[in-house]
T-cell receptor
Framework: QKEVEQDPGPLSVPEGAIVSLNCTYS??????FMWYRQYSRKGPELLMY????GNKEDGRFTAQVDKSSKYISLFIRDSQPSDSATYLC?????????????FGKGITLSVRP | DTGVSQNPRHKITKRGQNVTFRCDPI?????LYWYRQTLGQGPEFLTY????????KSRLLSDRFSAERPKGSFSTLEIQRTEQGDSAMYLC???????????FGPGTRLLVL
């Protein structure tokens, strides 16, 4: 079993839909949780960064972390065609060797106009 | 542009040749990370530096791979005797310390023929 599991894709939604992306993890040492967006043939771009359980909102994006269930989510409201990309969840521990990021496999989202 | 830069952006080489990639992190960042990403997968950790010290290497980093960060600024990743399985996107990321999120460069896409 991989340390981080991400819902398989691809995912296709109509413009304006609410999108829910999810990851589960097994390593209790993970304390920081991130969502990156990656366009084709580009490097990952940070979308959301959270520490500890709870919700964090930034514009149309909401990140949710439930450490008791080892489950994180990213919600995209009013999705736009420009949101079409691969979304990667990533996690890390506190310090030292644990600071490296462990990624999910990624899910490709397509938003249809 | 004050982001992470990587050169070259693309590299095509024949099996058995050596290749070297360069990463220039964000200037005040003392930590630098290398990741490898194959098609349809999330990035996988290879190694990281704090200043000029290489603090951790993944088991993915075989003895054909070597990374350096001689002055604690830019870093190079060399692959000797390339194999077709080395074909991937090589990503560099940097941050100020273990608790900060990592900012990624655009990657170097390697194709080994």
């Amino acid at each position: 079993q991989k340390e981080v599991e991400q819902d398989p894709g691809p995912l296709s939604v109509p413009e304006g839909a609410i999108v829910s992306l999810n990851c589960t993890y097994s390593n209790s040492a993970f304390q920081y949780f991130m969502w990156y967006r990656q366009y084709s043939r580009k490097g990952p771009e940070l979308l959301m960064y959270t520490y500890s359980s709870g919700n964090k909102e930034d514009g149309r994006f909401t990140a949710q972390v439930d450490k008791s269930s080892k489950y994180i989510s990213l919600f995209i409201r009013d999705s736009q065609p420009s949101d079409s990309a691969t979304y990667l969840c990533a996690m890390s521990g506190l310090t030292g060797a644990n600071s490296k990021l462990t990624f999910g496999k990624g899910i490709t989202l397509s938003v249809r106009p | 542009d004050t982001g992470v830069s990587q050169n070259p952006r693309h590299k095509i080489t024949k099996r058995g040749q050596n290749v070297t990639f360069r990463c220039d992190p964000i200037s005040e960042h003392n930590r630098l990370y290398w990741y490898r990403q194959t098609l349809g997968q999330g990035p996988e950790f290879l190694t990281y530096f704090q200043n000029e010290a290489q603090l951790e290497k993944s088991r993915l980093l075989s003895d054909r791979f070597s990374a350096e960060r001689p002055k604690g600024s830019f870093s190079t990743l060399e692959i000797q005797r390339t194999e077709q399985g080395d074909s991937a996107m090589y990503l560099c990321a940097s941050n100020k310390g273990g608790k900060e999120t990592q900012y990624f460069g655009p990657g170097t896409r390697l194709l080994v023929l």
